[in-house]
T-cell receptor
Framework: EDQVTQSPEALRLQEGESSSLNCSYT??????LFWYRQDPGKGPEFLFT???AGEEKEKERLKATLTKKESFLHITAPKPEDSATYLC????????????FGSGTRLSIRP | DTAVSQTPKYLVTQMGNDKSIKCEQN?????MYWYKQDSKKFLKIMFS???????INETVPNRFSPKSPDKAHLNLHINSLELGDSAVYFC???????????????FGNGTRLTVT
């Protein structure tokens, strides 16, 4: 069965302090790995799709990377507005259109 | 110009009642979903429709019945509500089905259901 595990559960950083969020996954044939951002009281907002090991995607202060077993979301010199919950999700070839989400990392950036 | 809109945003009701949540998307997408987010923020898929056809029907009680009158709408009807149904329900749509773009889901802002 496809699974996604995210760590840490929560992360508090000082503004400008770079760090990484981890997403470990098991899937029978990766169709895609996805990162989302969720603000309180809102629906998740799509950030990136990664398809194969070695692939990287960037958006402003965020960079997502992918290996065969895990993905990292690197945040460089974060600002308070980057505070949110970051969700990782995977879709496997054997699971039709089922997209499986992890439980997220709650990121807080202190000014 | 909201892309995926859900109504109502909040729903407070008593055990045993029947309620509906409505969802509409104006993105022209063919695939729509219902997800449930529990108190630990874990998003779990419930149903998926592609072009009005039911594609995914996860192991949810048959008190939950989705209905898709057309590909822009996916409603969720819940009969005989129970305390454990309290959660946030998200509607989402996708630009493709069984395609690499499928994971780029567009979510509504959720309906917080509280059953007392």
């Amino acid at each position: 069965e496809d699974q996604v595990t995210q760590s840490p559960e929560a992360l508090r950083l000082q503004e400008g302090e770079s760090s990484s969020l981890n997403c470990s996954y098991t899937v029978s044939g990766l169709r895609g790995l996805f990162w989302y951002r969720q603000d309180p009281g809102k629906g998740p907002e799509f950030l990136f799709t990664l398809y194969s090991a070695g692939e990287e995607k960037e958006k402003e202060r965020l960079k997502a990377t992918l290996t065969k077993k895990e993905s990292f979301l690197h945040i460089t010199a974060p600002k308070p507005e980057d505070s949110a919950t970051y969700l990782c999700a995977v879709q496997g070839y054997s699971s039709a259109s089922k997209i499986i989400f992890g439980s997220g990392t709650r990121l807080s950036i202190r000014p | 110009d909201t892309a995926v809109s859900q109504t109502p945003k909040y729903l407070v009701t008593q055990m045993g009642n029947d309620k509906s949540i409505k969802c509409e998307q104006n993105l022209g997408h063919d695939t729509m979903y219902w997800y449930k987010q529990d108190s630990k923020k874990f998003l779990k898929i419930m149903f998926s429709y592609n072009n009005k056809e039911l594609i995914i029907n996860e192991t949810v009680p048959n008190r939950f019945s989705p209905k898709s009158p057309d590909k822009a709408h996916l409603n969720l009807h819940i009969n005989s509500l129970e305390l454990g149904d309290s959660a946030v329900y998200f509607c989402a749509s996708s630009p493709a089905y069984l395609d690499r773009r499928e994971g780029a889901l567009h979510f509504g802002n959720g309906t917080r259901l509280t059953v007392t």
